[in-house]
């Protein structure tokens, strides 16, 4: 009996999280579509109350581009009892409470989603913005460093796929090379600014990934638009460093290209 028993549960939540996956949009992290599918997550969630990815993604989008922000938070909260160990769950509950303004919850959560995922650029990233935020420009420059040490380090030259180019690093290089160039260090602040544009045009030259992400919704005209003008940026602040280093060659070249990029 208890055998049979196992089975009917087993069954009811195999049919629970299969018609879940039914009605749940497909690209559950497109910020482009959480406006037309959010009655698809509330659907899913309800058909497969026990699938937390239903509710961590029925939050994001009702935070973000819908109108409720108290069911957002309660369903971060049913996600993370469903799933205590799910980094994910911490990030996007960290999310809302930065767009709140409570600062030291938002601080909480990030640095809870990197208990258990310490290598996310995206968290480690958010988490200096809250920093800066507050007014600690030591924990925010940290946090940059942090950055940098995983763009250093194995995990980032043995990623899964090397084709997908993590811009999240631009922000800690465009920064460091700031205060490198107000120092005078302007050698150091052009390494910077390299290293940024060279992340940047790899991103670029990599167009099949970029139309599939374009498809997607996961990239949007206005966050491409963004990412071009930040490259346009770093041409012209490496092209002021090579003049004031006197390598006016360098400089001419770096002009040359950012008045190629279309923005």
């Given at each position: 009996?208890?055998?049979?028993?196992a089975c009917?549960?087993?069954?009811?939540?195999?049919?629970?999280?299969?018609?879940?996956?039914?009605?749940?949009?497909?690209?559950?992290?497109?910020?482009?579509?959480?406006?037309?599918?959010?009655?698809?997550?509330?659907?899913?969630?309800?058909?497969?109350?026990?699938?937390?990815?239903?509710?961590?993604?029925?939050?994001?989008?009702?935070?973000?581009?819908?109108?409720?922000?108290?069911?957002?938070?309660?369903?971060?909260?049913?996600?993370?009892?469903?799933?205590?160990?799910?980094?994910?769950?911490?990030?996007?509950?960290?999310?809302?409470?930065?767009?709140?303004?409570?600062?030291?919850?938002?601080?909480?959560?990030?640095?809870?989603?990197?208990?258990?995922?310490?290598?996310?650029?995206?968290?480690?990233?958010?988490?200096?913005?809250?920093?800066?935020?507050?007014?600690?420009?030591?924990?925010?420059?940290?946090?940059?460093?942090?950055?940098?040490?995983?763009?250093?380090?194995?995990?980032?030259?043995?990623?899964?796929?090397?084709?997908?180019?993590?811009?999240?690093?631009?922000?800690?290089?465009?920064?460091?090379?700031?205060?490198?160039?107000?120092?005078?260090?302007?050698?150091?602040?052009?390494?910077?600014y390299e290293?940024?544009?060279?992340?940047?045009?790899?991103?670029?030259?990599?167009k099949m990934?970029?139309?599939?992400?374009?498809?997607?919704?996961?990239?949007?005209?206005?966050?491409?638009?963004?990412?071009?003008?930040?490259?346009?940026?770093?041409?012209?602040?490496?092209?002021?460093?090579?003049?004031?280093?006197?390598?006016?060659?360098?400089?001419?070249?770096?002009?040359?290209?950012?008045?190629?990029?279309?923005?």
């Amino acid at each position: 009996i208890g055998l049979v028993i196992a089975c009917a549960i087993a069954i009811l939540l195999t049919g629970s999280f299969g018609l879940g996956d039914y009605y749940a949009p497909e690209n559950v992290r497109s910020d482009k579509l959480c406006i037309d599918f959010l009655s698809q997550y509330r659907m899913a969630s309800r058909i497969s109350p026990l699938n937390p990815k239903f509710h961590r993604e029925l939050g994001w989008c009702e935070a973000f581009y819908g109108n409720n922000l108290s069911l957002a938070k309660k369903e971060l909260e049913i996600a993370i009892k469903l799933a205590p160990t799910d980094a994910s769950n911490y990030f996007v509950r960290g999310l809302i409470a930065a767009r709140e303004g409570d600062a030291k919850k938002a601080v909480r959560y990030f640095r809870k989603s990197l208990r258990f995922n310490p290598n996310s650029t995206q968290t480690i990233y958010q988490l200096a913005l809250v920093y800066r935020a507050m007014g600690d420009r030591r924990k925010y420059e940290l946090s940059l460093k942090r950055l940098l040490g995983i763009e250093r380090s194995s995990y980032e030259q043995i990623r899964g796929v090397p084709e997908l180019v993590d811009l999240t690093y631009v922000h800690a290089h465009l920064y460091f090379g700031e205060v490198y160039e107000r120092s005078g260090n302007y050698r150091a602040a052009a390494a910077e600014y390299e290293a940024a544009i060279s992340r940047i045009e790899r991103w670029r030259s990599n167009k099949m990934i970029i139309d599939v992400q374009r498809a997607l919704g996961e990239l949007t005209p206005e966050e491409e638009r963004r990412v071009m003008r930040t490259l346009r940026n770093s041409y012209l602040r490496l092209a002021r460093v090579c003049e004031l280093m006197g390598e006016l060659d360098c400089s001419r070249e770096a002009v040359s290209k950012a008045r190629r990029i279309k923005t």
